[in-house]
């Protein structure tokens, strides 16, 4: 009769030899082994969700920068009138105007336009 537990042991080996004839290699836990350099980690992982965040965020920037630009050189009233012809239109024109509409921050940064124009200018 043949043991069960021989027979266990004589698999797993077999499973060994076929991951080591694949290339595979067996390390200890916490040495520096090839599955160090190779795996990807946590690091990584990070640094590619990052380039998604920062154009997002450079383009919020830009966008309420452009609007308090148009809003300092065109005057509060004259801006308001053309955000409001805007809403009035078809399609696109709606969304411009639902994103051309001064919010707090883009009145601030108006505000801090034509104070430093009114210093230096």
Request: aromatic residues 8%; charged residues 25%; contains cysteine.
């Amino acid at each position: 009769m043949s043991d069960p537990s021989i027979a266990e042991f004589n698999s797993r080996i077999a499973r060994i030899e076929k991951a080591r004839s694949k290339g595979f290699g067996f390390e200890a836990d916490g040495t520096l082994g090839r599955s160090f350099y190779t795996k990807v980690n946590r690091r990584r992982l990070n640094r590619l969700r990052v380039p998604l965040v920062r154009p997002v965020l450079a383009l919020l920037i830009c966008g309420t920068l452009l609007k308090a630009i148009f809003l300092h050189h065109l005057g509060a009233q004259a801006y308001d009138d053309r955000v409001a012809r805007l809403l009035e239109g078809q399609g696109f024109d709606r969304i411009g105007g639902w994103l051309m509409q001064a919010d707090p921050v883009t009145l601030a940064v108006s505000a801090k336009i034509t104070e430093l124009v009114r210093t230096y200018g």
